[in-house]
């Protein structure tokens, strides 16, 4: 395909965007005009940006949507081509004054018009990623660079808080490979306000320090300014040629001034504006003609502001004043309602039904909809799975949270998503069982109580002892413990709270103690005095996987709990050894020189000739004067970095301990748990760590010892927990050999019996699991469950003490029970006298975690639960997790029981806020999900920042991001709201940025549901009972056809994506009936049919409805669980409780309520007028209800529709209701036109609809638009404009336009421009040339058109 005429211009820029988007190679010939023409294969000319854009995209082989056999999605992505293209002229009078566009707008309309366009884009955006479809199209490319200029120059950071979505959407756009080259890059205005014309506009695409294809119609004025080759032209300001060409301001090209627009047009025009001498007199009298009108302006103005500003001094008017008074009134009197309306829901005894008998409210409250409905749902044992059903089993462990802990956003969307799928399955015919409960989270426990109970009574622990502490954290659970599960209540999920666990529950205890021992009796689980990972903050020993690491380039100081003053990592320091004989020394370096003082051999290679002949020698340590052994190592030591000796530090390094185990090393352990020398530490016994790194310094550079220091990229281990450095110590502890187990976790996920989703983190299980190490499980707590392993000791005897180095290994006994340790203990030592103690430390809390799909369920024992409940069917939880617990949930428990612990895993994405921020309390971004749930002011909180442990400038700092994010506090949204948004946002391997916005959006949504079903009441009637299925859909009218064909599409596509666990395209499916055909077209449709129908009509037609909203609301249930409980429980069912969207049977068969009654789904006896939504069944697609032909033929209503909304918007049209004519060649296609033609005047407001034969015209004075090759609409416009002031304006815009295309004939015309003007410049003026004709011949049409009314 060629591309002649191939400029600069913004059309050409979208071509060229558009065929890297669709992977069409542009063969550029030579410009023969500026305006972009392409020649298909066929040889056919396309001469109009838009038109070729879609050429391209329709022949694309790539998914450009355009090129979709969709014709829905088609007219969708025209509708916003042509919305791009609408907002060029109102934008061009802001970027580009003086130009041709600029003409039809005033400033201040222009940007009216503008922000209207934007918000109206906002409001579609807040419910999408790109304007069209789940992928972008040609649609967003064209929108995306008609709006990089004013994003760059317009839109000011005030505006821009205001268009979250928007600006979250083109930041996606610019990110695309095709559009990063032209509209990457820039910065968005930084102005506050905006709105201001830039100087020298510049492409709006093109970031300023560099060249990229420009939009020249957006640039006249800067090119015009611009230096030509002969430098004619150097700046803004008077040159020896002529007087420099100015912007033409907003005012001056709003009059059409022709002397002004001939100045800014003309600037290279010899015979105008190149030669110097006195100012033409006529020229000049209109000069000051219009600068006294100018300044006769300004007069007025002033006077008029003035006047304003005397009203406002005087106080409001009394006219004002009753006005503000009467919206007081409504406002309180609205307030007033709606506290009668909550009074009134939340006054329902708890578990009893709602009473729902009153009027629909005039609006959608969340907190009088959402309320009593979950105590019903609990009382009614609707969440509670049936131990002897033949219902296949769908089994569902929750992610336990901290029993410290309390809802955040995360533990919003595993609530969110996990009750989806829970109420999905549970109405698709499942025995569900969804299993609740709380992790004992050891460290954070018992962290938060010491803290307590030192702030209360100023004890530690140990003043204490162990039970009394203990009994204290138990006090504590029980006191707090519970704060989550209340909040997890109102997030609507649907667990089974009977069978609530806690991992310190005494069945859960047994598992664990169970657990331990089979592994230790298999010899998985040994006794090892090895390094681990300590944290002297904690002063305990974490998982590798609990330590983050901080990659530094070099000298970088990092704050570390304990010191007042921040420490330096990433310096080398190199000091010397002096050699035992004298002889000279060997220079080492460390990144931490006070681990010298347990240094025990220095390593070189053993083929490094410059310590060969040290091989064997000793240097002597400088401290303590004791022999330090040269060894060599070629395992470790490179010779080629730094000396090429290295120190050893057996105690302190995970590689030094290595080398000391190959050489027999002695291991120094010079720290204390507080992270403080110990007596190893010589003279430095006591001091802190990091003291000690600067003093020892210090010493040896007065023994004369030190050799330099140096800037050292390396990385440095941080707890994740505390935050402290963490330490290598050397400590005896439990460890588990993960080797075997991992390769069993490894061989799950290759063989399908274990399925990871997102596929994408396969690659990352099998990397962790093939270099697992081994695990150390002991913990230096005490709250947690303690090891179950005893020391014994011997009358008489001094062994060493168990936890010090020095212990036994071999006097250790692993029993479920001391009477089972003592047993073995005096099997082990016949009639010796033993004497046990049980190891003071706990298990790692993972341990117990990953017990806890089996655990749960009875495990060891063999209960009914463990036989009909395990394996579970899905695992779902964050994706940073997967090491620290799904993993070890695997391992253990294809070790433990033979079984994979459940068949899928799927891990959701972090949730971050609007601007992909980490939640961070320091950012002030960290949201309450309550707070969105209920609403919260910005000066509430502000009050949460301060109940934290945050400093008082962290605090500051928050303060100030709250402030930003959330101006106006956070609005009410209600439950409903925010699942869906969470679910929505939902994407496989993607973070969710989380804007508030959106969710407040949903919140709207709701209340379209809610005045839908307010609809549908008013119009059902009171005495309406629907039929039990509608299977004869044939029989029914077109648009009950159309609807109910699009509503099992909809069914359709929502199960396939719950199934796949797409979870935003789910939520797409269900809003996108809902909103877009539902609301937006069937109840427009049937409005003249309920008001005016036959009976037998309006009967058919209110089964559809009925029927639409019954599946529609079954559909939504597991997304939206509360307002579709309300709204369903108002609809009226058929008399047999039938569905008539599925066949199956109710799914619940009647189980014991509480109170011991017998109750089906409903909770109270069977009865059908009870029973709720979520026992219902879920819609199964009806092919009984595909239509392809109604969809098809609603495709052509669609496109005439839209083809009219869109003239009557062009002309202004609110009210009115003109008369519809539509011409159309194809016989088939006008017979069903004209068929539908009351469906097509409903839905565009027009009062008759006329579809013509071939041939024959439309009356005079219409208004036409073109569907397609084969049909016009045409709107008649005469009665209805006022033709005559039309014909004024478009007569005026039209002189405008000669004006200018005359003055660029003019300017073109002189040969100073042929022989001087640069060519870019040529190009832009033969581009505005040809607009200025496309112009004039389009405004001919117009000025016909209105003229034809006048006759």
Same mark, same amino acid.
């Given at each position: 395909?060629?591309?002649?005429?191939?400029?600069?211009?913004?059309?050409?820029?979208?071509?060229?965007?558009?065929?890297?988007?669709?992977?069409?190679?542009?063969?550029?010939?030579?410009?023969?005009?500026?305006?972009?023409?392409?020649?298909?294969?066929?040889?056919?000319?396309?001469?109009?940006?838009?038109?070729?854009?879609?050429?391209?995209?329709?022949?694309?082989?790539?998914?450009?949507?355009? #090129?979709?056999?969709?014709?829905?999605?088609?007219?969708?992505?025209?509708?916003?081509?042509?919305?791009?293209?609408?907002?060029?002229?109102?934008?061009?009078?802001?970027?580009?004054?003086?130009?041709?566009?600029?003409?039809?707008?005033?400033?201040?309309?222009?940007?009216?018009?503008?922000?209207?366009?934007?918000?109206?884009?906002?409001?579609?955006?807040?419910?999408?990623?790109?304007?069209?479809?789940?992928?972008?199209?040609?649609?967003?490319?064209?929108?995306?660079?008609?709006?990089?200029?004013?994003?760059?120059?317009?839109?000011?950071?005030?505006?821009?808080?205001?268009?979250?979505?928007?600006?979250?959407?083109?930041?996606?756009?610019?990110?695309?490979?095709?559009?990063?080259?032209?509209?990457?890059?820039?910065?968005?205005?930084?102005?506050?306000?905006?709105?201001?014309?830039?100087?020298?506009?510049?492409?709006?695409?093109?970031?300023?320090?560099?060249?990229?294809?420009?939009?020249?119609?957006?640039?006249?004025?800067?090119?015009?300014?611009?230096?030509?080759?002969?430098?004619?032209? @150097?700046?803004?300001?008077?040159?020896?040629?002529?007087?420099?060409?100015?912007?033409?301001?907003?005012?001056?090209?709003?009059?059409?001034?022709?002397?002004?627009?001939?100045?800014?047009?003309?600037?290279?025009?010899?015979?105008? +504006?190149?030669?110097?001498?006195?100012?033409?007199?006529?020229?000049?009298?209109?000069?000051?003609?219009?600068?006294?009108?100018?300044?006769?302006?300004?007069?007025?103005?002033?006077?008029?502001?003035?006047?304003?500003?005397?009203?406002?001094?005087?106080?409001?008017?009394?006219?004002?004043?009753?006005?503000?008074?009467?919206?007081?009134?409504?406002?309180?009197?609205?307030?007033?309602?709606?506290?009668?309306?909550?009074?009134?829901?939340?006054?329902?005894?708890?578990?009893?039904?709602?009473?729902?008998?009153?009027?629909?409210?005039?609006?959608?409250?969340?907190?009088?909809?959402? +309320?009593?409905?979950?105590?019903?749902?609990?009382?009614?044992?609707?969440?509670?799975?049936?131990?002897?059903?033949?219902?296949?089993? /769908?089994?569902?462990?929750?992610?336990?949270?901290?029993?410290?802990?309390?809802?955040?956003?995360?533990?919003?969307?595993?609530?969110?998503?996990?009750?989806?799928?829970?109420?999905?399955?549970?109405?698709?015919?499942?025995?569900?069982?969804?299993?609740?409960?709380?992790?004992?989270?050891?460290?954070?426990?018992?962290?938060?109580?010491?803290?307590?109970?030192?702030?209360?009574?100023?004890?530690?622990?140990?003043?204490?002892?162990?039970?009394?502490?203990?009994?204290?954290?138990?006090?504590?659970?029980?006191?707090?413990?519970?704060?989550?599960?209340?909040?997890?209540?109102?997030?609507?999920?649907?667990?089974?709270?009977?069978?609530?666990?806690?991992?310190?529950?005494?069945?859960?205890?047994?598992?664990?103690?169970?657990?331990?021992?089979?592994?230790?009796?298999?010899?998985?689980?040994?006794?090892?005095?090895?390094?681990?990972?300590?944290?002297?903050?904690?002063?305990?020993?974490?998982?590798?996987?609990?330590?983050?690491?901080?990659?530094?380039?070099?000298?970088?100081?990092?704050?570390?709990?304990?010191?007042?003053? $921040?420490?330096?990592?990433?310096?080398?320091?190199?000091?010397?050894?002096?050699?035992?004989?004298?002889?000279?020394?060997?220079?080492?370096?460390?990144?931490?020189?006070?681990?010298?003082?347990?240094?025990? +051999?220095?390593?070189?290679?053993?083929?490094?000739?410059?310590?060969?002949?040290?091989?064997?020698?000793?240097?002597?340590?400088?401290?303590?004067?004791?022999?330090?052994?040269?060894?060599?190592?070629?395992?470790?030591?490179?010779?080629?970095?730094?000396?090429?000796?290295?120190?050893?530090?057996?105690?302190?390094?995970?590689?030094?301990?290595?080398?000391?185990?190959?050489?027999?090393?002695?291991?120094?352990?010079?720290?204390?748990?507080?992270?403080?020398?110990?007596?190893?530490?010589?003279?430095?016994?006591?001091?802190?760590?990091?003291?000690?790194?600067?003093?020892?310094?210090?010493?040896?550079?007065?023994?004369?010892?030190?050799?330099?220091?140096?800037?050292?990229?390396?990385?440095?281990?941080?707890?994740?927990?505390?935050?402290?450095?963490?330490?290598?110590?050397?400590?005896?502890?439990?460890?588990?050999?993960?080797?075997?187990?991992?390769?069993?976790?490894?061989?799950?996920?290759?063989?399908?019996?274990?399925?990871?989703?997102?596929?994408?983190?396969?690659?990352?299980?099998?990397?962790?699991?093939?270099?697992?190490?081994?695990?150390?499980?002991?913990?230096?707590?005490?709250?947690?469950?303690?090891?179950?392993?005893?020391?014994?000791?011997?009358?008489?005897?001094?062994?060493?003490?168990?936890?010090?180095?020095?212990?036994?290994?071999?006097?250790?006994?692993?029993?479920?029970?001391?009477?089972?340790?003592?047993?073995?203990?005096?099997?082990? /030592?016949?009639?010796?006298?033993?004497?046990?103690?049980?190891?003071?430390?706990?298990?790692?809390?993972?341990?117990?975690?990953?017990?806890?799909?089996?655990?749960?369920?009875?495990?060891?024992?063999?209960?009914?639960?463990?036989?009909?409940?395990?394996?579970?069917?899905?695992?779902?939880?964050?994706?940073?997790?997967?090491?620290?617990?799904?993993?070890?949930?695997?391992?253990?428990?294809?070790?433990?029981?033979?079984?994979?612990?459940?068949?899928?895993?799927?891990?959701?994405?972090?949730?971050?806020?609007?601007?992909?921020?980490?939640?961070?309390?320091?950012?002030?971004?960290?949201?309450?999900?309550?707070?969105?749930?209920?609403?919260?002011?910005?000066?509430?909180?502000?009050?949460?920042?301060?109940?934290?442990?945050?400093?008082?400038?962290?605090?500051?700092?928050?303060?100030?991001? $709250?402030?930003?994010? /959330?101006?106006?506090?956070?609005?009410?949204?209600?439950?409903?709201?925010?699942?869906?948004?969470?679910?929505?946002?939902?994407?496989?391997?993607?973070?969710?940025?989380?804007?508030?916005?959106?969710?407040?959006?949903?919140?709207?949504?709701?209340?379209?549901?809610?005045?839908?079903?307010?609809?549908?009441?008013?119009?059902?009637?009171?005495?309406?009972?629907?039929?039990?299925?509608?299977?004869?859909?044939?029989?029914?009218?077109?648009?009950?056809?159309?609807?109910?064909?699009?509503?099992?599409?909809?069914?359709?596509?929502?199960?396939?994506?719950?199934?796949?666990?797409?979870?935003?395209?789910?939520?797409?499916?269900?809003?996108? /009936?809902?909103?877009?055909?539902?609301?937006?077209?069937?109840?427009?449709?049937?409005?003249?049919?309920?008001? #005016?129908?036959?009976?037998?009509?309006?009967?058919?037609?209110?089964?559809?409805?009925?029927?639409?909203?019954?599946?529609?609301?079954?559909?939504?249930?597991?997304?939206?669980?509360?307002?579709?409980?309300?709204?369903?429980?108002?609809?009226?069912?058929?008399?047999?409780?039938?569905?008539?969207?599925?066949?199956?049977?109710?799914? $619940?068969?009647?189980?014991?309520?509480?109170?011991?009654?017998?109750?089906?789904?409903?909770?109270?006896?069977? @009865?059908?007028?009870?029973?709720?939504?979520?026992?219902?069944?879920?819609?199964?697609?009806?092919?009984?209800?595909?239509?392809?032909?109604?969809?098809?033929?609603?495709?052509?209503?669609?496109?005439?529709?839209? +083809?009219?909304?869109?003239?009557?918007?062009?002309?202004?049209?609110?009210?009115?209701?003109?008369?519809?004519?539509?011409?159309?060649?194809?016989?088939?296609?006008?017979?069903?036109?004209?068929?539908?033609?009351?469906?097509?005047?409903?839905?565009?407001?027009?009062?008759?609809?006329?579809? $013509?034969?071939?041939?024959?015209?439309?009356?005079?004075?219409?208004?036409?638009?073109?569907?397609?090759?084969?049909?016009?609409?045409?709107?008649?416009?005469?009665?209805?404009?006022?033709?005559?002031?039309?014909?004024?304006?478009?007569?005026?815009?039209?002189?405008?336009?000669?004006?200018?295309?005359?003055?660029?004939?003019?300017?073109?015309?002189?040969?100073?421009?042929?022989?001087?003007?640069?060519?870019?410049?040529?190009?832009?003026?033969?581009?505005?040339?040809?607009?200025?004709?496309?112009?004039?011949?389009?405004?001919?049409?117009?000025?016909?058109?209105?003229?034809?009314?006048?006759?």
């Amino acid at each position: 395909m060629v591309l002649q005429g191939d400029g600069e211009s913004l059309a050409s820029l979208q071509i060229k965007i558009t065929s890297k988007i669709a992977a069409v190679d542009l063969q550029s010939l030579p410009k023969h005009s500026q305006a972009p023409v392409v020649v298909t294969p066929s040889g056919r000319h396309l001469d109009s940006g838009a038109a070729i854009c879609r050429y391209v995209a329709a022949i694309s082989h790539t998914n450009v949507a355009y #090129s979709s056999t969709d014709s829905l999605i088609m007219s969708r992505v025209d509708s916003w081509i042509d919305f791009a293209r609408l907002l060029e002229a109102p934008l061009a009078s802001w970027l580009q004054p003086g130009s041709a566009q600029a003409q039809q707008y005033s400033q201040a309309a222009a940007k009216a018009r503008v922000t209207n366009d934007l918000n109206v884009l906002e409001q579609h955006l807040t419910m999408a990623t790109f304007v069209v479809g789940d992928s972008m199209t040609i649609a967003d490319s064209q929108l995306a660079t008609t709006l990089a200029g004013p994003l760059m120059h317009l839109i000011g950071r005030k505006q821009q808080e205001q268009l979250p979505s928007v600006i979250r959407w083109f930041t996606t756009c610019t990110r695309h490979p095709a559009l990063a080259p032209f509209v990457g890059g820039f910065t968005m205005c930084q102005d506050s306000i905006g709105w201001k014309a830039p100087v020298r506009s510049q492409h709006p695409s093109t970031p300023p320090k560099q060249q990229r294809p420009a939009d020249l119609s957006m640039q006249q004025d800067q090119e015009m300014q611009a230096p030509h080759d002969d430098g004619d032209v @150097d700046s803004p300001t008077a040159s020896a040629n002529g007087p420099a060409v100015q912007p033409v301001s907003a005012e001056k090209a709003k009059k059409g001034s022709k002397g002004e627009v001939k100045q800014a047009a003309c600037a290279s025009d010899g015979d105008q +504006a190149g030669a110097s001498g006195p100012e033409d007199p006529e020229k000049k009298a209109k000069k000051d003609a219009k600068a006294a009108e100018k300044a006769a302006k300004k007069a007025k103005a002033a006077a008029k502001e003035a006047e304003r500003k005397a009203q406002k001094d005087a106080g409001p008017s009394e006219k004002k004043k009753k006005a503000k008074d009467e919206a007081d009134a409504k406002k309180a009197k609205d307030a007033a309602e709606v506290k009668e309306l909550i009074d009134r829901a939340t006054s329902t005894p708890k578990g009893h039904k709602k009473d729902i008998t009153s009027d629909m409210f005039k609006g959608y409250c969340p907190p009088a909809v959402e +309320a009593a409905w979950y105590e019903w749902w609990e009382q009614s044992g609707f969440f509670k799975p049936e131990l002897d059903s033949d219902k296949p089993p /769908f089994v569902i462990v929750i992610p336990p949270p901290n029993v410290t802990g309390s809802l955040h956003l995360g533990h919003a969307l595993t609530n969110s998503i996990q009750d989806t799928v829970v109420r999905w399955r549970r109405m698709s015919g499942y025995n569900v069982l969804w299993l609740p409960g709380t992790d004992h989270a050891g460290i954070a426990t018992q962290t938060v109580v010491e803290k307590d109970l030192a702030k209360r009574k100023g004890l530690t622990r140990h003043d204490l002892g162990r039970e009394a502490f203990l009994e204290q954290v138990f006090a504590w659970v029980k006191t707090y413990g519970g704060k989550i599960f209340g909040q997890m209540r109102r997030m609507g999920i649907s667990v089974d709270w009977d069978r609530l666990a806690f991992t310190m529950d005494d069945n859960l205890v047994a598992a664990v103690q169970e657990a331990f021992v089979r592994l230790f009796q298999e010899g998985l689980i040994y006794r090892e005095n090895r390094l681990v990972n300590w944290c002297c903050t904690l002063h305990t020993a974490v998982s590798d996987i609990e330590v983050d690491h901080l990659e530094v380039k070099g000298r970088t100081l990092v704050s570390v709990p304990g010191y007042s003053k $921040q420490v330096e990592v990433g310096v080398l320091t190199s000091f010397a050894y002096p050699l035992e004989d004298g002889s000279g020394e060997i220079v080492v370096a460390t990144t931490r020189p006070e681990t010298m003082l347990g240094d025990t +051999a220095v390593a070189v290679h053993p083929d490094d000739d410059r310590y060969k002949h040290l091989h064997g020698k000793f240097v002597v340590h400088p401290m303590d004067g004791r022999k330090v052994p040269i060894i060599p190592d070629a395992e470790l030591v490179d010779m080629s970095f730094g000396t090429g000796a290295v120190k050893i530090t057996p105690a302190h390094d995970p590689n030094d301990y290595a080398t000391g185990k190959r050489h027999n090393l002695q291991c120094i352990n010079i720290l204390d748990d507080d992270g403080r020398m110990n007596a190893n530490g010589g003279q430095f016994a006591g001091q802190p760590r990091f003291t000690v790194r600067k003093t020892v310094v210090e010493w040896l550079d007065s023994k004369g010892l030190l050799r330099g220091t140096q800037d050292n990229e390396m990385s440095v281990p941080f707890c994740s927990r505390s935050k402290d450095i963490i330490e290598p110590v050397l400590k005896p502890q439990w460890w588990v050999n993960c080797q075997g187990m991992a390769q069993d976790g490894i061989k799950a996920a290759q063989d399908g019996s274990l399925e990871i989703i997102p596929s994408d983190f396969e690659a990352t299980w099998y990397r962790w699991l093939e270099n697992i190490r081994d695990w150390c499980v002991s913990r230096q707590l005490w709250w947690g469950h303690r090891i179950p392993a005893y020391y014994i000791s011997l009358e008489g005897e001094k062994a060493g003490a168990a936890g010090t180095q020095y212990e036994q290994m071999d006097r250790w006994v692993v029993a479920k029970e001391v009477e089972q340790a003592q047993a073995e203990a005096q099997k082990r /030592f016949p009639g010796k006298n033993v004497t046990l103690s049980q190891d003071e430390d706990v298990l790692d809390t993972w341990f117990s975690s990953g017990l806890w799909p089996f655990s749960t369920m009875g495990w060891p024992n063999q209960t009914p639960e463990l036989a009909q409940f395990y394996p579970g069917a899905l695992l779902e939880t964050g994706h940073d997790i997967l090491f620290f617990w799904v993993a070890r949930m695997v391992m253990m428990g294809i070790k433990l029981t033979g079984k994979v612990p459940f068949k899928q895993v799927y891990l959701h994405s972090m949730v971050r806020d609007a601007h992909g921020r980490k939640m961070s309390k320091s950012l002030g971004n960290v949201i309450d999900p309550l707070h969105v749930i209920e609403g919260i002011s910005l000066e509430d909180l502000h009050d949460t920042l301060t109940t934290g442990n945050l400093s008082p400038a962290e605090v500051q700092k928050a303060t100030a991001g $709250q402030k930003e994010d /959330f101006p106006d506090g956070i609005e009410e949204c209600g439950t409903d709201a925010l699942r869906f948004a969470l679910v929505a946002y939902t994407s496989q391997g993607r973070d969710i940025n989380l804007d508030i916005k959106r969710v407040v959006a949903y919140r709207h949504w709701c209340n379209k549901l809610w005045n839908a079903i307010k609809f549908a009441m008013i119009n059902l009637g009171d005495d309406f009972v629907p039929v039990s299925d509608l299977h004869n859909s044939q029989q029914l009218p077109f648009g009950c056809q159309w609807i109910l064909s699009r509503l099992t599409a909809a069914v359709d596509s929502t199960i396939k994506a719950l199934h796949e666990y797409q979870f935003q395209s789910a939520t797409q499916a269900v809003y996108s /009936f809902w909103q877009y055909e539902l609301c937006d077209v069937f109840i427009e449709l049937i409005k003249p049919v309920m008001s #005016s129908g036959d009976a037998a009509t309006q009967q058919a037609t209110r089964e559809t409805l009925c029927t639409c909203l019954d599946v529609g609301l079954r559909l939504l249930h597991p997304f939206m669980p509360f307002v579709t409980e309300e709204l369903w429980q108002r609809l009226p069912h058929p008399h047999s409780n039938a569905n008539p969207s599925t066949t199956p049977p109710p799914l $619940q068969q009647p189980t014991p309520s509480a109170n011991g009654s017998q109750a089906g789904p409903s909770g109270n006896g069977g @009865d059908p007028s009870q029973s709720s939504i979520m026992m219902q069944p879920y819609p199964e697609p009806q092919q009984a209800w595909h239509n392809p032909e109604a969809e098809e033929h609603m495709q052509l209503v669609d496109n005439a529709v839209r +083809a009219v909304r869109k003239l009557r918007n062009d002309y202004g049209l609110q009210r009115q209701r003109p008369q519809l004519f539509i011409q159309c060649k194809d016989r088939a296609r006008g017979e069903v036109l004209s068929k539908l033609a009351g469906e097509i005047g409903s839905l565009t407001s027009c009062a008759e609809v006329t579809v $013509q034969q071939a041939g024959a015209a439309a009356p005079p004075g219409c208004a036409p638009a073109v569907i397609d090759d084969s049909t016009i609409v045409q709107l008649l416009l005469a009665g209805i404009l006022d033709p005559q002031k039309e014909i004024d304006k478009l007569q005026k815009e039209k002189v405008k336009v000669e004006e200018r295309w005359n003055a660029l004939k003019k300017k073109m015309a002189t040969a100073e421009y042929a022989g001087k003007t640069p060519a870019k410049i040529k190009d832009m003026d033969m581009e505005n040339l040809g607009k200025a004709q496309k112009e004039q011949q389009s405004l001919e049409q117009q000025l016909h058109d209105m003229k034809q009314l006048l006759q």
